[in-house]
């Protein structure tokens, strides 16, 4: 079984009048290596919502961003996936840099904090 988290959406996460809520897919995947390309065989099995600590549904609109708080922040635009040990996984945000530990379910465990020399050390708008 695989882990897919599509990217946030087109036009900067605004897709309206519905706005497009963050996602992430199990997939069962087989490599046919006697077939000729392509030969991979894709199945969805299922795709969950992605949610924060009060259980809103992440968005990908960039003006879901709260700059004053980050816990009150839905926006989310999900680069990566990584599945821990213990089941649970990991997804990188481009805009932080942030990383969020889900449950299964999609659920927020928490908040990786990025050590800070991984951080932009003078950020500007550009």
């Known amino acids: 079984m695989f882990l897919a988290v599509p990217d946030r959406g087109p036009f900067n996460g605004l897709t309206t009048p519905v706005p497009y809520l963050n996602r992430f897919h199990f997939l069962h995947m ?12 894709t199945v969805l099995l299922d795709t969950r919502f992605l949610k924060n600590e009060a259980g809103q549904t992440f968005v990908g609109d960039a003006n879901a961003f709260n700059v004053t708080n980050d816990l009150q922040t839905l926006r989310l635009d999900p680069e990566g996936i990584r599945v821990s040990r213990d089941g649970n996984f990991f997804i990188s945000d481009e805009y932080g840099p942030y990383v969020f530990e889900f449950d299964r379910q999609g659920h927020l465990i928490r908040r990786v904090t990025v050590p800070s020399k991984l951080l932009i050390a003078n950020p500007t708008a550009r």
């Not at 087989?30 to 065989?41: E, K, L, Y």
């Open 30 to 41: 087989t490599v046919d290596i006697s077939a000729p390309f392509p030969n991979i065989s």
